[in-house]
């Protein structure tokens, strides 16, 4: 059995390993990767749960966070939410992408370091680039939120499911922490992740508000100069990227999977709306993907059940608490409730690790109750969700 996979990020390069594994013939195609991607690159526990043992300890540089910050307008209110170890360690995603790339290579699959110019699927797979046709049985789908692949076989993201994430690399400046400011406009917040050797700091906004890359640009200049996260000579890289960030209705009703093609990762919408992270379930899709073509579960619905199962409904509850999370007056309350609360500083640390389901998010804060702020808080939450 012959599989293309077009993309060799974290979802391409964890699916064709996996493929690989299984006996199948994998051809990945990708002329970029690795890259750094501008992106935070934190990368949650149970994301490296899932390939760690695969990786050999090749990400043992990685940055481990000791603590998550977050911050108000008003420089004076802030809150620390202690992060058991290794819930998230934060690495570069030229390393990364490349120790899950080399994985997949090991294991059998071949990297055609071409871009793919054009795709079908219908009797069976053929993959061109400018250098020539491939055919193949099945086609993997990897290539991220402006994937050929789902333009093709599926449909284009439109702008009002896309995110704008723009920021800089402050270079020669790192920590031990992350940094989250909330902010409603636009609807969305501050980051600082610290890598090896700089700070990836940056802001991500719905792509169809209108706000120009720039401006987000100049805002989380500002929020650096504002908040001392960086010497002020600090040299800045700029960056900026689109992300899939989908609503509830959109999960629902997209098409990810053929007879013969698999959509995984940020190509099939795979995304936190709240967060932004992505890298966890890049792999678990890549892992299911692989599954679906050369597992026990071998068809496009078993894919697309399992997708919805064990994906879109945790991402769909994000969706819809997503406009109350972002409200100042939540913001407000959550700063008090993180001041003044160890469970509720659980909470959001687990949150912040993956491992704290949107799904029970309301009833685990309500069941705090301390001092009445998780009540208040998750009261508005659920006003404003919709």
Not at 72 to 77: E, F, G, H, K, P
Request: proline share 4%; charged share 20%.
């Amino acid at each position: 059995m012959d599989v293309a996979v077009v993309g060799a990020g974290p979802a391409g390069a964890w699916a064709a390993y996996q493929l690989a594994r299984a006996g199948a013939r994998v051809t990945i195609f990708d002329a970029s990767h690795p890259r750094e991607k501008p992106c935070g690159g934190g990368v949650t526990g149970r994301a490296l749960a899932v390939v760690r043992a695969a990786l050999n300890g090749s990400l043992d540089h990685s940055t481990k966070i000791r603590v998550a910050r977050f911050t108000s307008i008003d420089r004076n209110r802030e809150a620390i939410v202690p992060l058991r170890d290794r819930a998230m360690e934060v690495i570069d995603r030229t390393h990364f992408d490349r120790a899950l790339l080399d994985a997949a290579m090991q294991a059998g699959a071949t990297l055609v370091a071409e871009r793919v110019v054009d795709v079908t699927a219908a009797a069976g797979v053929t993959v061109r680039t400018r250098a020539g046709s491939y055919a193949a049985d099945f086609i993997v789908g990897a290539d991220g939120a402006n994937s050929l692949v789902r333009r093709k076989l599926s449909a284009p993201f439109t702008r009002a499911q896309l995110s704008i994430a723009a920021g800089c690399f402050a270079r020669g400046v790192s920590s031990d922490e992350i940094v989250i400011e909330v902010v409603g406009s636009p609807p969305g917040y501050l980051w600082s992740f610290p890598r090896a050797d700089h700070l990836a700091v940056g802001v991500c906004a719905q792509a169809d508000t209108g706000i120009a890359v720039e401006a987000l640009r100049r805002s989380t200049i500002a929020w650096i100069q504002r908040t001392h996260l960086a010497p002020l000579r600090c040299r800045l890289d700029s960056y900026s990227w689109p992300i899939p960030s989908l609503s509830a209705r959109d999960l629902a009703r997209q098409k990810i999977a053929g007879p013969r093609w698999r959509l995984v990762g940020d190509a099939a919408g795979l995304v936190d709306p709240i967060t932004r992270e992505g890298i966890y379930f890049a792999v678990a899709s890549g892992g299911w993907a692989s599954d679906s073509i050369a597992g026990t579960r071998s068809s496009c619905r078993d894919y697309t059940d399992r997708v919805n199962d064990e994906a879109c409904a945790e991402l769909a509850s994000a969706a819809q608490l997503k406009t109350g999370f972002f409200h100042p007056a939540f913001t407000r309350l959550m700063l008090d409730a993180l001041e003044q609360s160890a469970q509720v500083r659980a909470v959001m640390a687990d949150l912040v690790a993956g491992t704290q389901s949107y799904r029970t998010l309301k009833w685990r804060l309500l069941k705090t109750l301390e001092i009445g702020l998780a009540g208040r808080a998750m009261k508005l939450f659920v006003r404003r969700k919709s």
